[in-house]
């Protein structure tokens, strides 16, 4: 065993493991080709500037991969030929570092260039709070029904409840009542009192550290242990697989309405690009919907989506390549 191996403090604490991977082809008019301003100025990026530049397609590595017990994610990486893509692709089963991608080659400080994962963390752009799971334990405690707030809310707050909530804290005032719902019903360690604490971090007080720390909180409190729940895993499988059809169903519902909204927006095709008529439906989506997500991340993956899963992809050839 190696000195690194045998310094907790240092090593390696969680893999990922590789579940299964395709390569697509991204034209300049596909949702996801990135803009030069949103490219860094890594050696791997400037080959992707070049081919934004001259406005010629790309290739995106997209990645499922399953991390310790966390819920299966998903992750891309582009590359100028369809070539480099099969180069970088790795076999179904390949374990690594979860953040492996973010290093860089050698060990040596590069003035003027951190490194990616450093970059990430710098810039405050490490992601959204984990909604499947938010989603999951409202529903799950009765204070959320079909992704909206439960009827048992607002019986319990009555007229003036509501009326006094919506006075102090605006649009997302639902999101305050349904926490202190559970600030007095329940512990304040429970999953869904832990799920609206963040609800309300993200969209009423904008505190991203409480909801940061709120987030992490309900992942491990919810997975358990590793070691316990590695143990656990057989006897939890129906649950899983429960938690698994409510996140297919969060998912399947965003993309309804992300289509809906390309489809009303039908007449434009021939006058505006394809990317600017997906950009113009997800702006009106997420204006519409206050928790449907606003990653750039997730609109790439529903995107990729709606062009390769029915029902949706006969429905978004339909409209937006009726005349090809």
């Keep these: 065993m ?13 893999e990922a493991t590789i579940l299964r991977s395709f390569i697509e082809e991204w034209r300049p008019d596909s949702l996801g080709y990135p803009r030069l301003n949103q490219l860094s100025d890594l050696p791997a990026d400037n080959k992707i500037k070049s081919q934004v530049e001259k406005k010629l397609p790309i290739w995106c590595l997209i990645e499922h991969t399953k991390t310790g017990l966390d819920r299966e994610g998903s992750s891309f990486s582009l590359f100028p030929t369809k070539e480099d893509a099969e180069i ?5 089963g ?21 490194s990616p994962a450093t970059l990430i963390s710098a810039s405050g752009m490490r992601g959204e709070p984990p909604y499947e799971l ?11 029904e079909n992704y909206g707030t439960s009827r048992l809310i607002f019986d319990w707050l009555g007229d003036d409840g509501c009326d006094w909530l919506k006075t102090e804290y605006g649009e997302n005032w639902e999101c ?3 926490l202190e719902y559970c600030t007095v019903h329940f512990p304040s360690s429970a999953l869904v009192t832990l799920a609206a604490r963040i609800m309300v971090a993200d969209f009423v007080s904008n505190n991203g550290f409480d909801a940061g720390f709120a987030s992490r909180e309900l992942i491990m409190l919810a ?19 429960a938690g698994a059809r409510a996140s297919r169903e969060r998912r399947l519902r965003n993309l309804e309405l992300l289509m809906q909204q390309i489809e009303q927006l039908s007449d434009a095709v021939g006058f505006f690009s394809e990317e ?3 950009e113009q ?5 997420v204006e519409k919907q206050k928790d449907f997500p606003k990653s750039q991340k997730t609109h790439a993956d529903y995107g990729t989506a709606l062009r390769s899963e029915e029902p949706f992809k006969s429905r978004y050839e339909a409209v937006l390549r009726k005349n090809t």
């Design 176 to 178: 305050v009542a349904i």
């Design 281 to 285: 439906a997800l702006e009106k989506t």
């Design 276 to 278: 600017r008529i997906v």
């Design 223 to 241: 997975s358990g242990s590793e070691e316990v729940a590695i143990l656990a895993t057989k006897t939890r499988k129906k649950a899983g697989e």
């Design 134 to 144: 938010i989603y999951e334990a409202l529903h799950g405690a009765g204070v959320y």
């Design 94 to 114: 390949t374990s690594f570092d979860e953040e492996e991608t973010l290093k860089p080659q050698g060990s040596e400080f590069r003035v003027g260039a951190l």
């Design 88 to 92: 970088a692709m790795r076999p179904n």
């Design 2 to 14: 190696s000195k690194l191996e045998k310094n907790k403090w240092v090593r390696s604490n969680r």
